[in-house]
């Protein structure tokens, strides 16, 4: 399998308008999956458990009687935890811990003030912080099953607030992936409903008979998945519609290119449109991480996806110096940006765009994936610009709190008044001066 990827130069001339074509990700939806996705929303919000059930038999391959068999006891998330090896269930609970830890520092707080200022004497104001009520989790199943997106999903929720988290996961064919439903468990999730596609997301932004309305849905999933994310937005909310995984590092060539090499494929090896790109200043470093590309692939057993990926996507770029490495960073915004360098943190301040930053040598990408504590669930397709991880703050809802005072009606009265008639709302104003003395 060739282990080809392309040289680039930041000194070319066209090296602007190849770095835009090599980032360039055309998110078209298929047309076919585009109205089977409607179809299938259509149906269910109309039919409900009933037209769940029979996509999950055409689906899934599942010949369950009803929605009550497609839903998980308690006890086989509990059976499914005691089904590990002691190896497992303790990588399983540190990795909950560590990801727990550190989302449990991004709880918002409620807060109020008294406005002292001239006029307002009385007047408080605040926000009011509130978890939502539910929220639906999908869990890709079958041979992409991934307790870590249960962590990362799930534990940031519960330490929101969440009251009830619906979790959504299919298991083609009635397989099930024990290590799913124990990070369930560990969790705290609390109802499963062994379903998928399409019709599990819609199942959770309109309800059926068994399965509940949710506020929002979070969680990754294949292409139908997402369609029926971005059609059910507005009536729930969700987390995002990811693009292919991405990874950007910025060596000095202080680092091993073994590393760097295998850096770049755990992210190729996601998917054939997932990109991995280099950034360095030093020619004969990036000779040695392409030579240790040839030699390490031979040795991947998703060599194929991998290689497909660095040839279509992938890129080993030569820059004038590290300060326009991170210029191209901010241009790129990452999903990872890995700072592989000997002194990394006088480069930190530096980047403004990228969903997470790996700093040193150590930091490795793949232990953020699982238990290195921030959240993986990161903006892609250059996202990182105006997007950030999911967290503790995406399962809270802010309400303003506005308690005006006789005194400062009169304040406020006078100056709405005279925006609004600006705006042509005369009853807005009316409203606002019949709260005036005099």
Known sequence: MSAQIRRLSSSQEDFAATLDALLAFEDSA???IEN????????????????VVEYTRRFDRLDAADMTALELPRSALTAALASLSTEQRDALEMAAERVRSYHQRQVIESWRYTDESKGMSGTRLGQKVTPLDRVGLYVPGGRASYPSSVLMNAIPAKVAGVAELIMVVPTPGGEQT????????ITGVDRVFTIGGAQAVAALAYGTQTVPQVDKIVGPGNAYVASAKRRVFGTVGIDMVAGPSEVLIISDGSGDPDWVAMDLFAQAEHDELAQSILLCPDAAFIARVEESIARLLTQMPRQATIATSLRNRGALIQVKDLAEACAIANRIAPEHLELSLADPYQWVDEIRHAGAIFIGHYSVEALGDYCAGPNHVLPTMRSARFSSPLGVYDFQKRTSLIDISEQG??????VASVLAHGEGLQAHARSAEMRLKG
Not at 36 to 51: H, K, N, S
Not at 409 to 414: E, I, P, V
Request: aromatic letters at 0%.
């Open 30 to 32: 298929d047309a076919a």
């Open 36 to 51: 089977a996705v409607a179809e299938i929303l259509q149906r269910v919000r109309r039919e409900g458990d009933r037209a």
């Open 178 to 185: 024990p290590l799913v439903l124990a990070a369930a468990a």
């Open 409 to 414: 009606a009169q304040t406020l009265g006078r």
